[in-house]
């Protein structure tokens, strides 16, 4: 009987199985016949599993699964049966019914499915093979498309991950990684030895090991277990991921250390040795109460972990040649020659010909039309130029091929209405914006000059008196709009996010509640996912652990405001960390699942406004502290989820990143010291490397307004309509969750708080002109090749953003080395035209002062 159904069903070929209506070629067969050969097909399988696998696998359904895992899938096809499928699926269509990641065409097959054979239209044989196959992937697998092209849904616990070579090579590469990265990080554009390239460079490194250490054992620790392994590559980007990006508190330094901002000189190495500490521990001990909202759940997905995972796989594992709609290029081969293009092509817009990196075009037509420039710009304006790069490093700006498509449209709605905002704020001079460059983080006197905080201080406090006399501080039309989109963000996020996420909230609270009781109790035992279930053979962390590191950094921060001059009282950090941990949950919730990162930042410049007046360097530490540990800590918890998608023994990963985290401080500091001792005009617009150091501009000017002049006279006399952005952004969060609740099938694509996210693309020297390049490269491969040609995408996709990037990093690292740290110029128009005119300049303002010589409130009105 199997051999009869055999034939027929090899004249299927590849047709998807929505395309099928009956079994038997003549289509003449009655529902009795059709049952009758639904057993048969049953017991062909059993008699010959190729029918039923090849199948299966040529149907198409199968095409974002790793090929290696396809038999294991087609496997646990016939040993769920009909009922159990239904229970799945009805499952999945409650939990994912308005998950946005969860695929729209999936979620409605799904719901077709469950209601019956008649409802889908198939008939029996293929409805049968489809409950099954759907419920088989929901329960064995991931419900993620994405997490099913880099994550397989097996283990060997056998394999070596925890190794001698694999810590001297991942700690080698902390201290490179972070040491560049930091000093990068600096610059504008930035670019960093990213994670995947680090990887590029760590994986002929262990398999140098694997060929010359000798097979010997060192204290019991065995020097060389055999061949490179896949966990092992794993555990070095886990490693070398705490240095894959600069540390947050050195963000700062300048800030407070540099005579072009606060001058506070005596913060030299050992200091910041001594906050990072306290700051990057503490986010290292929130990460592991975390785990409970962001690793565990199934919905996070972690978008921006997923091509690291894809690489490693492609760099270190065997792969099955495949051809997918005409391609057989494997993705080892794919990655090298775009890699070896990326590095090339960037010499020309980083070096050769710097305007196609700020292709400005429009504003070269009338380079001294200030209009032109303020809408059209790339620099000074809004950047509506729907051309405006060929730079991948600009492109990549908003990791177009790795967030989901609806998290950048989103963001792009929220920046293009935000522009539209600045340009009306500056026309209408509203708040004197008219007087001052449209979109800069810098802070302005009466005088249209950048504000001169040592005007206002007396002994380096706020001195009422002399800022009478001065002038207040005015912002941009940018920062404004930037301003207010943080504060009502943070109050908006936190309400929407709890309402939408609310059974991971309580379900995650309770676990978190009952290891306290029972430290026994294993987390892998409350989520029944393929992943949790297979991680039960490992030791967990228990969450003990993660508190002594929480309580350790904590005391070690309290003693960096003690011992050193920081003017900060210490009770201003302990206000700072408890708000931080309220507010940390339901933003990793968020990240976790869009990609889009949301932190304290604007939020704790005002609270230090208010706990210490008149002290801008108390303003800083309570944001670095602030930032420092949400920032450390969602870093932290994405390389957890990335070892629980590798399976890595969760215990190995925590020494792996208390370790890191240490070498990271030391040599991120140290490439701190490097530039302020060693790069003239450090952190100047004027910089002749580029090293201008926009986040510090932003910091010294957000220190102007909330900590020296302080929020009562920013709020009350400048700006009062700041003040209720922290109230509008919670009311309006309870209808706008209720609003796509129950409109989900209309605003199903509709994210809020990404669109409030975009309007804070401005406030500093970015704009559209950073974003829309993304857009379009998210549009083409995140949406239309994802659901036209998923197996292309599934393969390639994260291979090619990995490709592109490791060769911009590798390429712009050799000419900044070789042409730009000692400036070597290249004079020529296609060099100059980009900055030549009024965009280029940055400086123009829509008004000149007024008759007076200044503009603003009137004189002695401010108080």
């Not at 004249?11 to 009758?36: C, F, H, M, R």
């Not at 002038?471 to 039309?477: I, L, N, Q, V």
């Not at 943070?490 to 290891?515: D, R």
């Not at 070892?643 to 140290?670: D, E, N, W």
Request: aromatic fraction near 16%; proline fraction near 5%.
């Amino acid at each position: 009987m199997g051999g009869e159904y055999k034939d027929k069903l090899n004249q299927l070929g590849t047709v998807s199985v929505l395309e099928i209506n009956e079994l038997a070629p003549d289509q003449s067969l009655s529902n009795t016949e059709k049952k009758n050969a639904l057993v048969s097909i049953e017991e062909a399988y059993h008699h010959e599993p190729d029918v039923i696998v090849d199948r299966i696998k040529e149907s198409g359904d199968m095409d974002d699964i790793l090929a290696e895992d396809a038999d294991f899938i087609v496997g646990k096809v016939y040993t769920i049966d009909v009922a159990t499928s239904l229970e799945v699926l009805q499952e999945a269509i409650e939990d994912f019914g308005t998950d946005i990641n969860f695929p729209e065409k999936t979620l409605q097959r799904l719901k077709l499915l469950v209601q019956g054979e008649d409802i889908y239209g198939q008939g029996p044989v293929l409805y049968d093979l489809d409950l099954r196959l759907e419920a088989a992937m929901l329960k064995f697998h991931s419900p993620y498309p994405e997490v099913r092209s880099v994550c397989s849904p097996v283990d060997d616990p056998t394999i070596p991950v925890e190794t001698f070579r694999a810590y001297v090579i991942g700690l080698f590469w902390v201290i490179v990684g972070s040491f560049v990265n930091q000093m990068m990080g600096f610059r504008q554009p930035y670019f960093t030895l990213s994670a995947q390239v680090i990887q590029l460079l760590s994986v002929p490194c262990g398999q140098l090991a694997a060929r010359i250490l000798p097979d010997v054992s060192l204290f019991g620790i065995k020097l060389n277990p055999g061949p490179w392994t896949f966990k092992e590559q794993v555990f070095v980007t886990i490693l070398t991921n705490v240095g894959a990006h600069g540390a947050m508190f050195v963000y700062y330094a300048p800030t407070m250390r540099l005579k072009l901002f606060l001058g506070q000189e005596w913060m030299g190495y050992g200091f910041t040795v001594i906050m990072g500490l306290g700051c990057e521990f503490f986010g290292m001990g929130l990460a592991g109460v975390l785990r409970r909202w962001a690793v565990y759940p199934v919905k996070s997905v972690w978008p921006t972990i997923l091509p690291t995972l894809q690489l490693n796989r492609t760099l270190l594992l065997p792969e099955k040649k495949k051809n997918i709609h005409g391609w057989t290029i494997s993705t080892y081969k794919f990655f090298n020659i775009l890699l070896a293009g990326s590095f090339l092509y960037f010499f020309i817009p980083d070096y050769l010909f710097t305007a196609l990196s700020t292709f400005n075009w429009p504003t070269w037509i009338a380079p001294k039309n200030r209009d032109l420039a303020y809408v059209m710009g790339s620099r000074i304006g809004m950047g509506f130029n729907p051309i405006n790069t060929f730079d991948w490093s600009i492109v990549n700006y908003s990791t177009p091929l790795v967030l989901p498509f609806y998290t950048i449209a989103n963001r792009y709605l929220g920046s293009f209405i935000g522009a539209i905002v600045i340009l009306i704020m500056i026309y209408t001079n509203y708040k004197y914006t008219a007087y001052i460059p449209p979109n800069t983080a810098d802070v302005y006197d009466r005088f249209g000059k950048v504000y001169n905080v040592s005007r206002v201080l007396q002994n380096g406090k706020f001195d009422a008196d002399l800022y009478k006399q001065y002038s207040p501080p005015y912002m941009s039309a940018g920062n404004i709009v930037y301003q207010s989109a943080s504060y009502v963000l943070v109050t908006f996020a936190f309400v929407y996010v709890i309402l939408s996420e609310w059974k991971i909230f309580k379900e995650a609270s309770q676990g978190f509640i009952k290891s306290l009781k029972n430290r026994q109790l294993s987390n892998y035992e409350r989520y029944t996912d393929p992943v949790s279930v297979l991680m039960r053979q490992y030791p967990e962390v228990p969450d003990w652990w993660f508190l002594i590191v929480l309580g350790l950094s904590f005391v070690i921060a309290c003693i960096s405001m003690a011992a050193f001059p920081t003017t900060t009282p210490v009770w201003v950090i302990v206000v700072t960390y408890v708000i931080t941990i309220a507010l940390l949950v339901p933003f990793i919730v968020l990240y976790s699942s869009t990609g889009y990162f949301l932190s304290f930042g604007a939020l704790g410049m005002i609270l230090g406004g208010y706990m210490a007046p008149g002290n801008g360097l108390a303003c800083l530490f309570t944001r670095i502290f602030g930032v420092g540990a949400d920032w450390q800590s969602e870093t932290y918890v994405g390389d957890q989820k990335l070892a629980h998608y590798a399976k890595l023994p969760p215990r190995a990963v925590f020494r792996a990143q208390m370790l890191a985290t240490l070498f990271q401080i030391l040599s991120s500091a140290g490439s701190l010291e490097f530039l302020v001792r060693g790069l003239p005009n450090f952190c100047s617009y004027t910089q002749e490397s580029r090293f201008v150091c926009t986040f510090a501009h932003t910091l010294y000017g957000d220190s102007v307004i909330y900590g020296f002049v302080g929020p009562h006279r920013t709020f009350d006399n400048l700006y009062p309509t700041l003040k209720y952005c922290f109230l509008i952004g919670a009311l309006i969060a309870v209808p706008c969750f209720y609003a796509r609740k129950y409109f989900n099938k209309q605003l199903r694509f509709v994210h809020p708080v990404l669109i409030l996210g975009g309007f804070m693309t401005f406030g500093s020297t970015y704009n559209l002109s950073y974003y829309t390049p993304g857009l379009y490269a998210s549009f083409v491969f995140m949406y239309y090749i994802r659901r036209r040609y998923l197996a292309w995408w599934a393969k390639y996709n994260y291979i090619m953003t990995s490709a592109l990037t490791a060769g911009v990093a590798f390429s712009g690292i050799l000419i900044f080395l070789g042409l730009q740290y000692k400036p070597k110029k290249l004079v020529w128009w296609g060099n100059e035209v980009s900055t030549a005119g009024v965009d280029g300049k940055m400086v123009a303002t829509y008004r000149t002062a007024p008759e007076g010589g200044y503009f603003g409130l009137p004189e002695g009105s401010w108080s």
